[in-house]
T-cell receptor, first 118, second 118 residues
């Protein structure tokens, strides 16, 4: 089945530095990638949607300059948290759609990245 | 905008018993998809079952089945013969029909923590 690899699984960084999270579709072409944020014991909140080769669409309230998303190829999307602060600490999850089939059957999720900013 | 409501923050069931998790949603769309996802302690999102709104027949996947009431905008999940491995957070999710111009992200409910008593 469809597999999405997300890396790193956890990262600790100092306040003010930037962190990059990668999401790769291993056996299908991900025309669309989604990035979610999940606070402890909370639901997943959609942050942004990226289509390969075009700019990401951010949800209301998400700072596009802080959360940079790049989707340069059909198998790789990255989320960069710039100038991270402790309030950015969270669990970030990507999911991928391979087009109509993927969307109809539910998207494939990465395993998530736990970010801790100290 | 669509909303998804899960009114049960936590449910507990005896092993081998049956449990039903509730989910309601609000939308003005006539066609859409509904999903139940399981998130175990590993935090990997796992698709449990999906339902296409245009289908009247309730979806079933082994021990998991749904009761889809379109008019009432209700989408409950029934787990039969509960097993210890079913213990997890369960999220109900909604998404619009793929329009071709770009897939839509999922809208999640707040989740229900399911506890299985041995």
């Amino acid at each position: 089945g469809a597999v999405v690899s997300q890396h790193p699984s956890w990262v600790i960084c100092k306040s003010g530095t930037s962190v990059k999270i990668e999401c790769r579709s291993l056996d299908f072409q991900a025309t669309t990638m989604f990035w979610y944020r999940q606070f402890p014991k909370k639901s997943l909140m959609l942050m942004a949607t990226s289509n390969e080769g075009s700019k990401a669409t951010y949800e209301q309230g998400v700072e596009k300059d802080k959360f940079l998303i790049n989707h340069a190829s059909l198998t790789l999307s990255t989320l960069t948290v710039t100038s991270a602060h402790p309030e950015d600490s969270s669990f970030y999850i990507c999911s991928a759609s391979g087009g109509w089939t993927g969307a109809r059957h539910g998207y494939t999720f990465g395993s998530g990245t736990r970010l801790t900013v100290v | 905008a669509q909303t998804v409501t899960q009114s049960q923050p936590e449910m507990s069931v005896q092993e081998a018993e049956t449990v039903t998790l509730s989910c309601t949603y609000d939308t003005s769309e006539s066609d859409y998809y509904l999903f139940w996802y399981k998130q175990p302690p590993s935090r990997q999102m796992i698709l449990v079952i999906r339902q296409e709104a245009y289908k009247q027949q309730n979806a079933t996947e082994n021990r998991f089945s749904v009761n889809f009431q379109k008019a009432a905008k209700s989408f409950s999940l029934k787990i039969s013969d509960s097993q210890l491995g079913d213990a997890a957070m369960y999220f109900c999710a909604y998404r619009s029909v793929y329009s071709g111009g770009g897939a839509d992200g999922l809208t999640f409910g707040k989740g229900t923590h399911l506890i299985i008593q041995p």
